[in-house]
C-alpha cells in the first residue's frame, strides 16, 4: 500500500478547492436584494401588508411631532 505524501494532498485539496471556485464564480449573477423587485406586484396580500406598514409609519411621525407645535416663534 502507497502513502500519500502530506503535500500530495495538499496538493490535490488545492485542486478540490480551486474547480469548486471557478464552478461557484460561474455560477450565476450573484443573489441580491434587487432581484426581487417586481415579485409581489400586483398581490393584494402584501398591498394590505404595504397599507398597515403605512399606517403605522403615520401614526410613529404623529407621536414624534412635538406636542408644543403651536408655541414655536415663526420669525425665522
Known amino acids: 500500500m502507497s502513502r500519500v505524501t502530506l503535500e500530495e494532498r495538499v496538493a490535490a485539496l488545492e485542486k478540490q478547492v480551486g474547480n ?3 464552478e461557484h464564480a460561474w455560477s450565476g449573477r450573484a443573489k441580491d436584494w434587487r432581484r426581487t423587485r417586481g415579485a409581489f406586484t400586483g ?3 402584501m398591498k394590505r401588508i404595504f397599507e398597515k406598514g403605512r399606517k403605522i409609519r403615520v401614526a410613529e411621525r404623529k407621536r414624534a411631532q412635538p406636542r ?3 408655541k414655536r ?3 425665522s
Open 20 to 22: 469548486l471556485l471557478a
Open 43 to 45: 398581490d393584494d396580500f
Open 68 to 70: 408644543n407645535s403651536k
Open 73 to 75: 416663534s415663526s420669525n
